[in-house]
T-cell receptor, first 116, second 112 residues
Framework: GAVVSQHPSRVICKSGTSVKIECRSL??????MFWYRQFPKQSLMLMAT?????????EQGVEKDKFLINHASLTLSTLTVTSAHPEDSSFYIC????????????FGSGTQLSVL | EDQVTQSPEALRLQEGESSSLNCSYT??????LFWYRQDPGKGPEFLFT???AGEEKEKERLKATLTKKESFLHITAPKPEDSATYLC?????????????FGKGTLLTVNP
């Protein structure tokens, strides 16, 4: 099956630093990737939709200047949490849309961000 | 606004004890309903997509069904390795780019 690779799986950083998370589709081209945030025992909340070669579309309440998304190629999207604070600590998950006749959404393994 | 409610929040079963998980949804128009399995600290793993009321899909011990208001994930004779959080998500027919709305999930624990 299709694989989506997400790195790093876990990151601990100091408050005020920036953290970059990568999401790669390994065996298909993903024109659309999504970034979700998940708090413990809560549902996945969509943060933004990333389209290759264009600006990301952010969901209401998500700060675009804080969560920078870059989708420079058909297989790579990155999420940078800028000037991270403890309240940004969460589980971040990316997903990639494989189009075609058997359209599906595949998820990365997630990144646990802990901001001290 | 699309809404997805899953019940129960948690379910504990003995190995071999069959049961069902519920996903109730509200959408203006359903394009697809999805079931995922999520293990702790991992991303969701795709299980099923259902598109229209009456549709059923099976995979090993799992069977998903769909009505106009809800979906059930039936687990037959579960094993401890079926322990996970099961997520339900819907895609609105008016939406674009495959945007999904997720429920909070049902944490299933199967004891040996």
């Amino acid at each position: 099956g299709a694989v989506v690779s997400q790195h790093p799986s876990r990151v601990i950083c100091k408050s005020g630093t920036s953290v970059k998370i990568e999401c790669r589709s390994l065996d298909f081209q993903a024109t659309t990737m999504f970034w979700y945030r998940q708090f413990p025992k809560q549902s996945l909340m969509l943060m933004a939709t990333s389209n290759e070669g264009s600006k990301a579309t952010y969901e209401q309440g998500v700060e675009k200047d804080k969560f920078l998304i870059n989708h420079a190629s058909l297989t790579l999207s990155t999420l940078t949490v800028t000037s991270a604070h403890p309240e940004d600590s969460s589980f971040y998950i990316c997903s990639a849309r494989r189009g075609g006749t058997n359209e599906k959404l595949f998820f990365g393994s997630g990144t646990q961000l802990s901001v001290l | 606004e699309d809404q997805v409610t899953q019940s129960p929040e948690a379910l504990r079963l003995q190995e071999g004890e069959s049961s069902s998980l519920n996903c109730s949804y509200t959408v203006s128009g359903l394009r697809g309903l999805f079931w995922y399995r999520q293990d702790p600290g991992k991303g969701p793993e795709f299980l099923f997509t259902l598109y229209s009321a009456g549709e059923e899909k099976e995979k090993e011990r799992l069977k998903a069904t769909l009505t106009k208001k809800e979906s059930f994930l039936h687990i037959t004779a579960p094993k401890p390795e079926d322990s996970a959080t099961y997520l339900c998500a819907v895609q609105d027919s008016g939406g674009s780019n495959y945007k999904l709305t997720f429920g909070k999930g049902t944490l299933l624990t199967v004891n040996p």
